[in-house]
């Protein structure tokens, strides 16, 4: 019994048939590599750019939110009053902006709470706090309230 082939029989290479990349092929592969590398440096850019806008908000609603508390933590007569700060946070400025005003259940606003409790009116507080940074506009702030009982 012959032997059987299992490989295809070998055959002789001819001068100028190598089998490999031609330029144009290496050139293609070079702008299919670039154009991907640039969509990945993109992506990453984007990314990024969300991420600190993500963190700055975070951080903007993390400094709203400790204002709230130190205004709910203050009694009468050490009412919270209206302010304005700048605190920096990591590399980024922060303006944190209150305001007060004092109002009655049926509407009216009286400006401040009265030097003695009015049980009659019952009016209240409200306190807002908003923190804007750059290069944030009006669209980047952020901005919480609270009542607080004269």
Avoid: H
Avoid at 14 to 35: H, I, M, R, S, Y
Avoid at 70 to 77: Q, T
Avoid at 117 to 124: Q, V
Avoid at 139 to 149: G, P
Wanted: aromatic share 6%; charged share 15%; glycine share 4%.
């Amino acid at each position: 019994m012959p032997p059987t082939r299992v490989l295809p029989p070998l055959r002789r290479v001819e001068a100028g048939d190598d089998g490999g990349f031609t330029v144009v092929e290496a050139l293609v592969a070079f702008v299919l590599l670039a154009v991907v590398s640039a969509a990945a440096i993109v992506a990453i850019a984007n990314t990024t750019k969300t991420s600190k806008r993500s963190t700055d908000r975070v951080t903007a609603a993390n400094l709203v939110q400790q204002d709230l508390q130190a205004a709910r933590a203050l009694r009468y007569p050490n009412y919270p009053a209206a302010r304005s700060a700048t605190t920096v946070v990591g590399t980024t400025s922060y303006t944190l902006t209150r305001s007060v005003s004092a109002t009655t259940p049926a509407g009216a606003t009286i400006g401040a709470c009265p030097a003695t409790p009015d049980f009659t009116n019952r009016p209240y507080m409200v306190v807002t706090t908003t923190v804007t940074w750059p290069p944030a506009g009006t669209a980047d702030r952020v901005s919480a309230a609270t009542e607080l009982a004269c």
